[in-house]
């Protein structure tokens, strides 16, 4: 199966401008159809400790799915410059610490207490930072497990007016329990260098998801927050309904 991505680098020491044409005077490369393009940003900013991470990541990487145009993005620490041109023998064999993240606009950019998606964010940066070593890949196309931002603002309207969880919401809108699927963010692993990893999730779909597409996950890595009021229902529902491993005690203790 022919890769279905192409990307755009963010590298310190790459061209000083935006690569466009794969012509000979561009520093770029074309492997099975990915497409990869050097450049360097120096206007790239943020704030706080996701900033912090960000800031010392090399490279950052967006990736765009040539199937439906989709978007999603790469920070990679602390691993020998990889991507379309590194040859086979050099792909990285150690595992590689992983976050699969997709995308919350309500916890990951506006807090939101009602799920635990941007502690999570927050703390697989943390973790990645501490290993000095790993990828966090967003999935920017996964909003609400797959069903967009208006869908799940929607399924927020439900549960609020008529006490239905997020599963039951999204089945009342006539979606599925969760409509995410692993293909692209595989093949942007493997486009890393990526072959074995350890995953940060409690999400055991996610594993068999990935290893599905050529990946070893030798070790899965939970990712728990503590419950609040907030989301202490929303976690229930993944751990009973979506099969995620969440610790019951901190759930049905209170």
Same mark, same amino acid.
């Given at each position: ?44 900013? &943020?704030?706080?400790? +996701?900033?912090?991470?960000? @800031?010392?990541? /090399?490279?950052? $990487? %967006?990736?765009?799915?040539? !199937? ?38 309500? &916890?990951?950019?506006? +807090?939101?207490?009602?799920? @635990?998606?941007? /502690?999570?964010? $927050? %703390?697989?940066?943390?973790? !990645? ?126």
């Amino acid at each position: 199966i022919a890769p279905a991505i192409r990307c755009a680098w963010y590298w310190p020491d790459a061209l000083p401008e935006v690569c466009n044409d794969l012509d000979d005077d561009c520093d770029a490369a074309t492997d099975e159809g990915v497409q990869t393009r050097y450049f360097r940003d120096d206007d790239v900013d &943020g704030h706080g400790a +996701a900033a912090d991470f960000v @800031d010392t990541c /090399e490279p950052m $990487a %967006a990736y765009r799915s040539t !199937i439906d145009d989709t978007l999603n993005c790469a920070l990679v620490r602390g691993m020998p410059k990889a991507g379309a041109e590194l040859p086979e023998a050099r792909r990285e064999e150690a595992p590689v610490l992983v976050r699969v993240h997709s995308r919350c606009l309500t &916890g990951d950019v506006f +807090a939101s207490s009602r799920c @635990d998606c941007g /502690e999570q964010l $927050a %703390a697989a940066q943390a973790q !990645i930072a501490a290993a000095e070593r790993g990828i966090l890949l967003y999935m920017l196309m996964q909003e609400g497990r797959g069903i967009g931002l208006e869908q799940k603002i929607l399924a927020y309207a439900l549960q609020d007016r008529h006490g239905l969880d997020t599963v039951e919401a999204n089945h009342k809108l006539g979606l599925g329990s969760d409509l995410r699927h692993y293909g692209v963010g595989a093949q942007i692993l493997r486009d890393l260098g990526v072959r074995r990893m350890r995953l940060l999730t409690n999400n055991p779909k996610k594993v068999v998801g990935l290893e599905g597409y050529g990946l070893e996950i030798v070790e899965r890595v939970p990712i728990v927050m503590p419950p609040n009021a907030a989301n202490r229902d929303y976690l229930r529902a993944k751990r009973d309904k979506l099969g995620h491993l969440i610790d019951g005690v901190l759930l049905d203790g209170a």
